[in-house]
């Protein structure tokens, strides 16, 4: 797609250039630094541009106003512009406008970015779009310092500020919270037994278990009769379905069916059985890793002209590994709730707003001493670091690294078809 792009654009390109030729080089937005302020003819060589460099690495971006991926490169140079200044020069050339500027330079497609260490020699050359990460990475790659490498090393919690003293059986098996006895549910296998927070977390369980079958999992299960307080078969159980102030569903359990009209009395909802429940809370699942998600407590991720879900910040971004797409993607602060957008282009970061946006990786250390992922409910997106560590702050047993969307994001693009498939499967996310 990209080479499709970009080579469209080529014809573009040279047919500007051709049309102009003969003219006088344009004026460009260039510095003295540019080869564009030099002589016409004289050669593109190093030491030409380091006759007259501020002794600063540069950044050359040729491309036009036009032109798509240069659109998405724009804030991006705007960014490093401003995040570097005084120790990188960012330049940006328009060669629809200055046609000569694109000849002396020697580019056949747009948009191109040329990489001139402080001494003013070329470095390197890409050609396409070029997320900040990658450019970023590219520095340190060459060994140009260009200082102080945002972003920071951010924070790093390896060890809990205070340790996780609740007993195993007040916590939900997914979610790590506590367990509600209200609404308790318990799937009980042969060997072992999974305590769970509601009925929602149940098909959170069961849409985690790789190829699993409903009628086989589900006789294991029991919920919390709302009346009793006693455990009863989920499955014969009248299921009283509403919603919250927040708009999520609420599922209320009961034994006996008049005992649920009653309360129905109360608090309005649904009656409903077993398989509509199953069905409803089935409906909306996670775009990259397929668990049951309630879209109130998800991510908007667009693709194409399809609304979808992340089940967390981070499986949001694995929609573009998944589908092998563009996407954008709506998350809320963590702590705040305040949006956050995302848009991917060719599996890296097109846009971010706001720019200070950064990622949590909650990670825990296995019994083998290697950190893996804490899963998805230990994942966020954060407008910024403060905010971030406001949200540790109260989470005082939760470990893991921060990290920048775009790393959450080439997390996600480097993990092959089949790791993709096991994403998230109990026993199988590594
Ligand atoms: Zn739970
Ligand atoms: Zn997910």
Redesign the pocket.
């Known amino acids: 797609m990209k080479l499709l792009i970009v080579a469209a654009l080529a014809v573009a390109v040279v047919g500007a250039v051709a049309l102009k030729k003969g003219k006088a080089p344009a004026e460009s937005n260039t510095t003295a630094a540019g080869p564009a302020a030099r002589a016409p003819g004289e050669s593109h060589d190093a030491k030409g541009a380091a006759a007259s460099t501020a002794r600063l690495p540069k950044l050359l971006d040729l491309g036009a106003g036009k032109c798509i991926p240069c659109k998405m490169m724009a804030p991006l140079l705007e960014e490093l512009k401003k995040e570097y200044a005084g120790k990188m020069t960012v330049e940006f050339i328009d060669v629809w406008q200055n046609p000569d500027a694109g000849k002396q330079y020697g580019i056949e497609m747009i948009p191109t970015q040329i990489f001139y260490d402080a001494e003013g020699k070329e470095r390197f050359r890409h050609v396409g779009f070029y997320g900040k990460e990658d450019i970023l990475g590219k520095w340190k790659e060459l060994g140009v310092d260009i200082g102080g490498s945002k972003p920071s090393a951010g924070i790093v919690r390896e060890t809990p500020v205070t340790a996780d003293t609740r007993p195993r059986d007040s916590v939900c098996f997914m979610c790590d919270d506590a367990v509600n006895a209200k609404t308790k549910t318990l799937v009980k296998g042969q060997t072992e037994q999974h305590l769970l927070c509601s009925p929602h977390c149940y098909f959170i369980y069961f849409s985690s278990i790789a190829g699993a079958d409903p009628k086989a999992e589900e006789v294991k299960v029991s919920v919390t009769d709302w009346a009793s307080g006693s455990l009863i078969p989920a499955t014969s159980a009248s299921h009283l379905y509403g919603m919250d102030a927040q708009g999520r569903p609420t599922i209320k359990a009961f034994a006996d069916k008049a005992a649920a009209v009653k309360e129905q009395q109360i608090s309005p909802g649904n009656l409903l059985a077993w398989d509509v429940l199953r069905s409803k809370e089935l409906a909306t699942r996670?775009?990259?890793?397929?668990?049951a998600?309630y879209p109130e407590d998800a991510c908007g991720v667009k693709f194409g002209t399809t609304h979808g879900h992340?089940?967390?910040t981070h499986?949001s971004m694995?929609v573009a590994a998944r589908l092998k797409q563009d996407i954008e993607v709506e998350a809320k602060d963590g702590l705040t709730g305040e949006l956050i957008r995302v848009k991917t282009l060719d599996g890296q970061i097109a846009s971010l707003e706001p720019a200070t946006a950064v990622a949590w990786f909650g990670q825990k250390k296995g019994p083998d001493g290697k950190w893996a992922s804490a899963g998805?409910f230990k994942q966020g997106f954060f407008v910024n670091e403060a905010n971030l560590q406001k949200w540790l702050d109260a989470r005082p047993a939760m470990t893991g690294r921060q990290i920048t969307i775009a790393q959450a994001l080439a997390d996600k693009m480097k993990l092959t078809p089949e790791q993709i498939a096991k994403?998230?499967k109990l026993g199988e996310c590594k």
């Open positions: 996670c775009a990259f890793c397929d668990r998600v992340g089940c967390c499986c694995g998805c994403a998230c």
